[in-house]
């Protein structure tokens, strides 16, 4: 159980463009999901928080206008890297929750900027 | 803001040796979890704790939640080929809070 699915796996494209990441919830309501980004060798870095209807609470110094979250149901939340450039290359992670539960993650998308 | 203190960062074992590493923090936490990521995917979770000085088991991994509520330890027995990854912890401040901190995490390299 508490499946987290994540799409694309990987993505390649050019600068300037936008890129849409999803992340669904496979077999149970993710009240929560979370958007993470990880550089090489580092660890999970958080860059928002998302409730179902609600809008994204976002981290110091990730800006809001660039990273476009949508949780639009219980088991969909996107994220929407706008004009996106080479310095935003990386790996990006969702997971969701459920009240009183741990957060399970998705298997992350590896995006490259060109 | 919380920082967690991870150790070791990086491990060099033999197979079949037992490994140990841990979690300190300055802040105390109602929740521990611990993590294994592999190359290029998502952390999956190992063991949640939820009470200070409770001990779990999942197959050969062993986690503890420190009395005090700032540390956590993951022992692994009998390493096999596959526990190779990297282990992270992560302190969640309660229920109703949202929001994990995590440590930098252990890579673990197991030879043969």
């Known amino acids: 159980g508490a499946v987290v699915s994540q799409h694309p796996s990987r993505v390649i494209c050019k600068s300037g463009t936008s890129v849409k990441i999803e992340c669904r919830s496979l077999?149970?309501?993710?009240?929560?999901m979370f958007w993470y980004r990880q550089f090489p060798k580092q660890s999970l870095m958080l860059m928002a928080t998302s409730n179902e209807g609600s809008k994204a609470t976002y981290e110091q110094g990730v800006e809001k206008d660039k990273f476009l979250i949508n949780h639009a149901s219980l088991t969909l939340s996107t994220l929407t890297v706008t004009s996106a450039h080479p310095e935003d290359s990386s790996f990006y992670i969702c997971s969701g929750r459920t009240s009183n539960q741990p957060q399970h993650f998705g298997d992350g998308t590896r995006l490259s900027i060109l | 803001g919380q920082q967690l203190n991870q150790s070791p960062q990086s491990m060099f074992i033999q197979e079949g040796e037992d490994v140990s590493m841990n979690c300190t923090s300055s802040?105390?936490?109602?929740?521990w979890l611990w993590y294994k990521q592999d190359p290029g995917e998502g952390p999956v979770l190992l063991i949640a704790l939820y009470k200070a000085g409770e001990l779990t088991s999942n197959g050969r991994l062993t986690a503890q939640f420190g009395i005090t509520r700032k540390d956590s330890f993951l022992n692994i027995s009998a390493s096999i080929p596959s526990d190779v990854g990297i282990y992270f912890c992560?302190?969640?401040?309660?229920?109703?809070?949202?929001?994990?901190?995590f440590g930098q995490g252990t890579r673990l390299t197991i030879n043969p």
């Open positions: 802040s105390i936490f109602n929740t």
């Open positions: 992560a302190g969640q401040l309660g229920q109703g809070a949202q929001k994990l901190v």
């Open positions: 077999d149970f309501q993710a009240t929560t």
